[in-house]
């Protein structure tokens, strides 16, 4: 009776923020319900970048945590850790034979993520894309809800499946559908809305994170960037005012209503009125993701005990999905 199956990985690289929260994890919380979903702390793209490994085994707990509170449901759904389950590894070997370089060089988070020094980098951020795809059709998930910033690397997901199933002349993967919000799909930074709100962001001004406290969510606010104008009374006055449409369309989805509907009320009035506003509507949703880490947080094992059964679940589907594709190869 179950619906689609639903796959979709944050990395425990840090706090989870608005952009993961709006782009994707409140979308997986409502996906639960119908679906079959599966939720993975990607510790293995994390290390793509050094990550400190006492901080990296702590966030993991955390961050688990947090998808708890904000309501991912791990005993009727799935959550687990990526590494926990070695037939992610496996499968992104085989990618990263079927995937091409030139496939690789197109990709432009490697780009944004690298910059100019490119050889400094690990081989692992450049072939992240493989091990993604790896993560996805393990499962052979059908749906994938994700922010805009994953839309390249999904449709290399579909490439990987296509060549996979013609270089085997095997019709053994399905097409993957990204769910890409049509709202928030793309947070952007608070301070400069030229970059994404971003964990790997040096800077935590530009971002709300989901366990900020009530002040700070209303300083982050209060010193977002705007621009001098007031707000427009209609979309088009939104136009190249990057941080001012930003701000607008993060009040519209905490505030349930149409970008449309929020400039009617607010348009003509300077910024720092809606500010408040916005503030407190953040405030609103943040607060009891945070009270509820928070006592989760308490009982650890509790987590712990929560990610091996999530690792249990998960291996039980990928491990028949693996096998057959190291046979398909001639393991
Ligand atoms: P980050 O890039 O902040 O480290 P992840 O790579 O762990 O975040 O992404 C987790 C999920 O959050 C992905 O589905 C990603 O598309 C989504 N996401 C990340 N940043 C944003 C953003 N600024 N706006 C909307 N969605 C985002
Ligand atoms: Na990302």
Wanted: hydrophobic share 40%; proline share 4%; charged share 25%.
């Amino acid at each position: 009776p179950l619906g689609k199956r639903v796959f979709s990985g944050i990395q425990p690289t840090g706090i989870p923020h608005l952009g993961n929260y709006l782009g994707a994890i409140r979308h997986w919380v409502d996906m639960q319900q119908g679906n079959e979903c599966i939720f993975c702390l990607v510790d293995m793209h994390a290390i793509t970048v050094w990550q400190d490994p006492i901080q990296l085994r702590s966030q993991i707990i955390e961050q688990a945590a947090i998808l708890m509170a904000a309501g991912i449901d791990p005993q009727k759904h799935i959550l687990f850790n990526q590494s926990a389950v070695s037939a992610h590894a496996r499968m992104g070997w085989i990618f990263n034979c079927v995937a091409r370089i030139g496939w690789m060089n197109r990709m432009t988070q490697f780009k944004d993520k690298a910059g100019k020094n490119r050889e400094a980098h690990s081989a692992g951020l450049y072939v992240y894309p493989n091990l993604m795809a790896a993560d996805i059709l393990t499962y052979q998930a059908t749906c994938v809800p994700v922010g805009e910033d994953q839309r390249q690397h999904l449709e290399l997901t579909n490439d990987i499946a296509q060549k996979f199933n013609h270089d085997y002349q095997i019709d053994f993967f399905q097409e993957v559908q990204g769910l890409i919000p049509a709202t928030s799909a793309r947070v952007m930074n608070l301070r400069d809305g030229s970059k994404k709100m971003s964990k790997s962001d040096p800077s935590e001004q530009g971002r709300i994170e989901l366990l900020d406290e009530d002040d700070v969510i209303a300083n982050k606010i209060r010193r977002a960037k705007s621009d001098s104008e007031p707000l427009p009374s209609e979309v088009e006055g939104l136009e190249n005012r990057l941080e001012a449409s930003n701000l607008v369309s993060i009040y519209a989805v905490m505030a349930n209503q149409s970008v449309d509907q929020v400039l009617r009320q607010f348009g003509g009035q300077g910024f720092s009125g809606f500010k408040s506003e916005l503030a407190d509507a953040l405030i609103q949703h943040i607060r009891p993701i945070r009270e509820e880490t928070k006592r989760l947080l308490a009982d650890e094992a509790h987590i712990r005990e929560m990610l091996r059964m999530g690792a249990k679940k998960a291996s039980a589907i990928a491990e028949p999905i693996v096998s057959k594709v190291e046979e398909i190869v001639g393991f």
